[in-house]
């Protein structure tokens, strides 16, 4: 958000919006959280709020904290221990140490979502007239949807050496 609001003034739904569109809606944003955000940044000396516009939205502007914060965060790389734990290696690693699950059930019925995932992606990537931010963010997701089916073939791969 400090990013869309170093271009200028907005209020929450703008921010939700340009969000949005910025990342081709791959994640979308509760409003709820834009405001909640908002208020703990507010909170934390990043924005502040100004007067309302004509229609009684409160626009928010950046702070020399927030622009502080925001080269901070730009020049930050991500750890991967800052990501989120992965689902999928971990329901395969426990399927396979439960010895309770069909684990190459398991891989299949991932591999078959992952396929129809990518093959959405690549049409939305097609009939995107994306700009630059939203096909960054769909070549991502594509990578990240290719990498998967290599760790697929690698689990399966592993799994057939194990019992041989």
Known sequence: MLALLSRGRRYGYQL??????????????NIGQVYTTLSRMERDGL????AADEQGRVVYTITEAGRTELARWFSTPVGQSDRPRDELVIKVAMAVASGEADVRAVIQAQRRATMRALQELNRAKRAEAAGAAQRLVLDSAIFKAEAEQRWLDHCEAVLKENNA
Do not use: D, K, M
């Not at 924005?47 to 100004?50: A, I, N, S």
């Open 47 to 50: 924005v502040e709020p100004g």
């Open 16 to 29: 939700r919006q340009e969000f949005e569109a910025s990342t081709g809606a791959t994640w979308p944003l």
